[in-house]
């Protein structure tokens, strides 16, 4: 067993890879910019300034760099000769895949830098010029033509944008604009296609984006929520301690109640027990969650009906440290009661028919007659000869639910406002906060590869049939 374990560690570490991997994948091919979405509170009126622009721009720079941003994304990038190894510090994205764009149309890095470089002092000069009163009404269509043409990623566009451009600039801005203008016809003369079928590897070193979120995974550091500016593992640890007390809590009441009425039905097949229990199971299971706990809060949480739980929340709004700890466990009980009942029936009916097939097949079994044949009592039979053995597929679903019982429940925390992972990973979908999203989805891999070690583990412990010993 020891020489399994070890293996099947030994085998999680490239599987933990590949899934971070992808979890750091998904996050880099997520739509918006962070950095924006961090900086609520920049500036940008229409009165805006170039001392108030630099200052906006060294505001996003400095918040890059603090995010990582500012690095390649992986140890080595292996891109077409034409792509230059520094096309990641240019910092706003838009641009950036502009810029990479017109890189692949005309294969000459050098022209397209000369290009963006150009653009940048005309729109320096701008800024300078926006106290000048001949501007007029013209300032207003100047500035969005400005804002787009970095971000224009055709060729035949970022010609049209400059042609609006021009009769409206004024004329100390001129020199700029056709250095503009040169640096653009300039692209398709230089041309070098040939560059993009030549490949080229980049190797960055540990000094890159994936190696620094990697590091901070394995200390427990997921970053920082775009949606809060709080770290994540905070919010994780806020979250999932009341998904975890009510996913564990179901779980135990779902299988001490299910698995018994499994076994029983499972010895007396046919019965009136049999068909009455499964008839009621089934009707439990035919509701949905989210149908039942919306009429559990009408009918049962006050309002014009009863008023035996509280509608929502984990705790009453008096709630203080300075209780008793018994006076808590029955405060929690009494807002968690009916969630947790919510959470586990329709468990009931799926694992006590699972329980009564698996253990109609063992009654069936060789070791089962021997063991009846001997005159063993039918109670120990059952319970310690069939029971054990029926648990595999028990067993099986128990692997799943480990990172079911942290991931929480979406739909039942919403309806009952409880501040669990289910709730925490609905409010980071809404506002696009994906550092969030991916480190629960990270978590929820990790914990699936936990659970099926566990799952294996338990599988020899209950059926000594089962070895992962070699054999010679």
């Known amino acids: 067993m020891r020489a399994y374990l070890v293996r099947r560690i030994l085998f999680f570490l490239p599987t933990l890879f590949i899934i971070t991997l992808l979890s750091f994948l998904i996050s880099q091919c997520a739509p918006g910019d962070p950095v924006e979405q961090m900086l609520t509170g920049r500036s940008g009126g229409g009165e805006e300034q170039l001392a108030e622009k630099q200052a906006s721009r060294r505001l996003y720079l400095e918040k890059r760099r603090e ?7 992986f140890y080595f990038s292996i891109v077409p000769l034409a792509e230059p190894e520094t096309l990641y510090r240019i910092p706003f994205r838009p641009v950036r895949e502009a810029l990479e764009r017109l890189t692949y149309e005309f294969g000459n890095w050098p022209k397209v830098q000369a290009y963006y470089q150009a653009y940048l002092r005309l729109d320096s000069a701008f800024y300078a010029s926006l106290g000048d009163t001949a501007w007029g009404e013209r300032q207003t269509e100047v500035r969005a033509l400005l804002t787009l043409l970095p971000q224009e990623k055709r060729y035949n566009e970022i010609q049209y944008l400059l042609r609006r451009m021009a009769p409206l600039l004024l004329p100390s801005l001129r020199p700029y604009y056709e250095a503009v203008r040169e640096a653009v016809e300039d692209l398709p003369r230089t041309s070098q296609r040939w560059r993009l079928y030549i490949p080229t590897i980049h190797w960055h070193g540990t000094q890159n984006q994936y190696h620094r979120w990697l590091v901070g995974l394995i200390k427990g550091d997921f970053g920082i929520s775009y949606q809060d500016k709080r770290p994540i593992s905070e919010k994780l ?36 027990f049999d068909r009455g229990i499964g008839l009621i199971l089934f009707m439990l299971e035919s509701l949905p969650p989210f149908w039942v706990g919306t009429m559990a809060v009408v009918f049962l949480c006050g309002g014009d009906f009863l008023a035996l739980f509280p509608p929502g929340g984990v705790q009453s709004t ?23 009942l919510i959470a586990t029936y329709g468990a009931w009916a799926f694992l006590s028919r699972q329980m009564r097939a698996a253990i109609l097949e063992n009654l069936h079994q060789d070791y089962v007659r021997t063991a009846r044949a001997k005159g063993l009592p039918e109670g120990r039979v059952i319970w310690k000869h069939a029971f054990r053995n029926s648990l595999i597929p028990i067993i099986t679903l128990l692997a799943s639910v480990l990172p079911a019982m942290i991931s929480g429940s979406v739909i039942l925390e919403t309806i009952f406002s409880i501040p669990g992972m289910g709730y925490l990973s609905y409010g980071a979908m809404t506002a696009r906060d994906y550092p969030v999203i991916i480190a629960v989805f990270t978590i929820g891999a990790i914990l699936t590869l936990i659970g099926l070690l566990i799952g294996d583990i338990l599988y ?13």
């Open 318 to 340: 008096e709630f203080s440290d300075e209780w008793s700890l018994g006076r808590k466990l029955l405060d929690w009980g009494y807002h968690l009661t009916l969630p947790v």
């Open 237 to 272: 640890i806020d979250a999932v301690k009341w998904s975890l007390v009510i996913n564990f809590v179901s779980l135990i009441l779902a299988y001490v109640v299910a698995i018994p009425l499994g076994v029983l039905a499972g010895v007396r097949r046919g019965s009136f």
């Open 460 to 472: 020899a412990v209950v059926d000594p049939r089962i070895s992962y010993a070699r054999r010679g």
């Open 67 to 73: 995010l990582g941003l500012d690095l390649p994304i």
